[in-house]
């Protein structure tokens, strides 16, 4: 039974029907032991911090800033301030001073709330050039205040604000007074092509994506959900709440280095993901059984053909397989492929949904022929997460991102541009009124920024439109496209292809350096430091032949043709990644103008 009330009561509704049944497992800021929280106490905390936020001084559709990683006091802190009708704004926990600054200042926020000490330091040295800033509240109670610092306070303090529930009766008046038109949200995109943009997103909009995905995301109240992706992300944003409203019990990972962990403590059934989990997931397994007897290579390599031909080859498709291929695969799943998931943490594995950038083939088929339901799907802030997703116990094809959920309308546009309309598109952007209009066509459809097309009810997804490289020969490159097929390889790490008005494609490359400082040694190649490593031609050649492998159904215009080893990896500090670890191609242009260059000289 989905309970899918307004956000400002959701957390008492369920908690009504479930009681003191486990709603949350987490850890405490630096701690090692999993704890709880049941239904009842959730909404209590909720209840505390609506009183608190009143006794603050935080008024109706107010925009409050959280600048931290996922935590139990980010879900309080959320849920409190929807209970009075406020506006929460996630920032990044890895933001830049720049980025909290121009969002603080941008939607004129008065309280912030943060996670740990590095976030605090960077609120607090902002602070002064932030006119409406007043307040730091600060989730960790670890984090030593600055002394003389009378601005900032811990949140445990803060919550005593709320003892004893004196508002009570005027957060029940303003749930009363609330609207599916409220603000919940403005989310400010990771902004790969220039200054962010705030989304906004309604009270209206959540309700209308829970209804839909209500019909095609299998989810129940049985269900323990592993919080992987940050809470700022609208991915993990609307899928930990649609997770709520079925009543699941969600395991919030804090560290997301800690997350493969924490998976083999909790047992999670369910996880929403980005495809570049599942391809470390990948390049481990597959590691593992390069580095096993000859006996047991082949019983894997085996299985997994099984696998692939029991899963892909008839399941995707809709067909009954032979029965001698059914009973063989049954077995090869409670043997092998068994072992493999109890490895993961995923003894119980229900469905994983998972988006945000291109699923190499590869890795899709074999995270579906070890038994895991991986559910691939498309969407953007600006359409509150899910457009398309696959459907569980349905046909699906390997290469598409599902097919549109019930309360959307594709329409392909002539240049090939998926465009939207439906009761989950955003409004429009925070103060950019301009932007809204060039966001809209004439009629109201969103436009995306992807190429795409329809397929047997199935969405396909192309390049983003403005990412499409072309040479200097008139070719079309999809960088993303060409990335994929590389990173699933165990020796590369990060990779960006060069091609925009080049002669040829080329690639920068950040490799695994541990898998790859294994094979220097194992080959008997000797290196000083990871430059020297990686300009060796043992390794070059070694990584050349590799790349001409996976590249083999490339057309011969968009293969590699050049790379350079990069010792050191694309980084946030430098601004060569978003907060969501996407690349920023221009960036990365500027910083590696001399290695790029040189690929391109004649030799």
């Given amino acids: 039974m989905q309970i899918n ?8 509704d369920v908690a009504a029907h479930y009681g003191d049944r486990e709603a949350l497992i987490y850890k405490d800021f630096g701690g090692k032991e999993w704890k709880s929280c049941s239904w009842n106490t959730f909404a209590e905390r909720v209840r505390q911090v609506s009183n608190a936020m009143l006794n603050m001084g935080v008024g109706v559709q107010e925009n409050i800033g959280v600048f931290s990683q996922n935590s139990v006091q980010y879900l309080f802190t959320d849920f409190g301030a929807w209970g009075i009708r406020a ?10 001073e720049q980025q909290i600054q121009f969002m603080i200042n941008d939607a004129k926020i008065r309280f912030l709330f943060v996670g740990e000490q590095q976030q605090y330091e960077k609120a607090r040295r902002v602070f002064a050039t932030c006119q409406t800033l007043q307040r730091i509240i600060v989730f960790d109670p670890l984090v030593t205040i600055a002394e003389g610092d009378k601005t900032a306070i811990h949140f445990d303090d803060f919550l005593r604000l709320g003892d004893g529930l004196p508002r009570q009766s005027e957060v029940e008046s303003l749930q009363q007074q609330a609207s599916w038109d409220d603000i919940a949200n403005i989310l400010y995109t990771s902004g790969t092509t220039g200054d962010s943009k705030g989304v906004i997103l309604t009270c209206g909009q959540y309700h209308a994506a829970f209804v839909a995905n209500h019909e095609s995301v299998p989810v129940t109240p049985q269900d323990r959900i592993m919080n992987f992706l940050p809470f700022t992300h ?23 280095q800690e997350v493969q962990q924490s998976m083999r403590e909790t047992h999670p059934t369910c996880m929403s993901s980005v495809p570049r989990f599942w391809e470390k997931v990948y390049m481990g397994v597959m590691e593992k059984i390069e580095n096993s007897s000859a006996v047991q290579r082949k019983l894997f390599e085996h299985a997994l053909a099984v696998g692939r031909k029991h899963n892909i080859e008839y399941v995707a498709k809709g067909k009954r397989p032979p029965l001698a291929l059914h009973l063989e695969y049954e077995m090869l799943n409670k043997t092998v492929f068994s072992l493999v998931r109890r490895e993961l943490g995923l003894e119980n594995a229900h469905f994983f949904p998972t988006a945000g950038a291109t699923v190499s083939h590869h890795v899709e088929e074999f995270v579906h022929a070890i038994g895991i339901n991986m559910m691939v799907g498309y969407g953007l802030t600006e359409s509150l997460a899910t457009v398309s997703n696959d459907h569980l116990g349905e046909p699906y094809t390997v290469g598409s991102v599902g097919r549109p959920i019930s309360s959307i309308s594709i329409r392909i546009s002539d240049e090939g541009e998926i465009l939207l309309k439906g009761p989950t598109i955003t409004r429009g952007y925070y103060n950019r009124d301009d932007l809204t209009r060039q966001a809209f066509t004439e009629d109201g459809y969103f436009r995306t920024g992807d190429s795409g097309y329809l397929e047997d009810g199935e969405l396909f997804l192309k390049e983003r439109i403005k990412d499409l490289f072309k040479t200097s020969n008139g070719k079309y490159i999809a960088p993303q496209m060409v990335e994929s097929k590389l990173l699933v390889d165990k020796y590369i790490d990060q990779v960006a292809v060069i091609a925009d008005q080049r002669k040829f494609v080329s690639a920068l490359i950040v490799p695994e350096y541990r898998l790859l400082e294994e094979y220097a040694r194992d080959h008997h190649i000797t290196f000083t430091d990871r430059r020297d490593l990686c300009q060796n ?10 790349i001409d492998t996976l590249q083999q159904q490339l057309a011969h215009y968009e293969q590699i043709k ?17 907060n969501t670890l996407k690349i920023k191609r221009r960036v990365l242009n500027e910083n590696y103008k001399r290695e790029i260059d040189k690929m391109y000289e004649e030799s």
């Fill in 5 to 12: 009330s307004h956000l400002s009561r959701l957390i008492a």
């Fill in 87 to 96: 506006v929460t704004i996630p920032f990044y926990a890895t933001s830049s």
């Fill in 234 to 256: 609208v991915f993990e944003k609307g899928w930990k709440i649609l997770c709520i409203t079925e009543g699941c019990t969600l395991i919030v990972n804090t560290y997301p």
């Fill in 537 to 546: 031609k043992q390794i070059n050649d070694m990584l050349r032949d590799r």
């Fill in 562 to 578: 050049r790379f350079t080893l990069l010792p050191q990896p694309f980084s946030l500090e430098r601004g060569e990644l978003t």
